[in-house]
Every structure is written in C-alpha cells, then in structure tokens.
C-alpha cells in the first residue's frame, strides 16, 4: 500500500511548553476508516513527572469517553521520544488523544493522527499537510 494515498495524515496537537496541564487533541472523524494511531512527540520531562497518554471516544464530538485499556505511561526518563497510541474498530465516530501531564513538567512536541483502513482510497489529506507527492519508480536525475 502507498503510505500517502492510504492513510490521512492529520496534525492534532501543536508543541506544547513544559508545564503539567492535561491536554487534549483535536478529533478525527473515523466515518470512513477503520483505524487511527496517533504518535504523540514528547520533548523534555522533568524527574518525577507522572505522564501518560490515552484515547477517549465519542458519538457526538461533544462528550467524550476513555476507551478501556488505551492508557501509556511515559516514563520521566523518556525525553525527546515518542508513543504510538492505536485503535482499532472504534466504537464511537470520533477519537483524540489525551496526554495526562501531572506533578512535574513534560513538554509535548507534537501529536499526529494517521487514519488506515480506509473505506475509499485514495484519501484526502487533511488541510495540516502542507503538500504530498507520490513518486513511482523515479529514475536517477535532478529531483
């Protein structure tokens, strides 16, 4: 499968400073798909921060929900890496990740939803992509 014309590629959070409010994505509307895994960038985490990441649901895109099990803990000692949160058949039309900073700081970089299984390919991509390209067998030259 071509990695541009098969999954939507949405940016869902922006970087956000070190600090220990929770915060939560935007939404994907998961309609015409089947699965989303949102990778989630951290920057640095201070000693002793208590940090994870989950992914809540909702019918309505209004009133959200965790989704039993989806929980990640990031360690303090887990700078400048990234989680990959997954899902599945989601009950509920919408979904968002949340990242729980508390007791000390955690800096996020980004957080980025990649939309799969998706009922009619190819997909748009979302209005944060700046630009895609898709390049079959491209012989040697000047790109």
Known sequence: MNVSRGIK????????AAGTS???????????FDACTFVIGFGAITASAVTSVKIQGSDDDSAWSDLTGTAITVADSDDDKIVLAEINQPQQR???????RGTQNAVIDFAVALQSQASVAP???????LGSEFHQAPAAGTA
């Open 9 to 16: 590629f949405t940016r869902v959070l922006d970087a956000v």
């Open 22 to 32: 929770d915060q939560n994505s935007s939404s994907v509307d998961m309609k015409s």
């Open 94 to 100: 919408y979904v968002r990740c949340v990242v729980d």
């Open 123 to 129: 997909v748009t991509q979302s209005a944060t992509v």
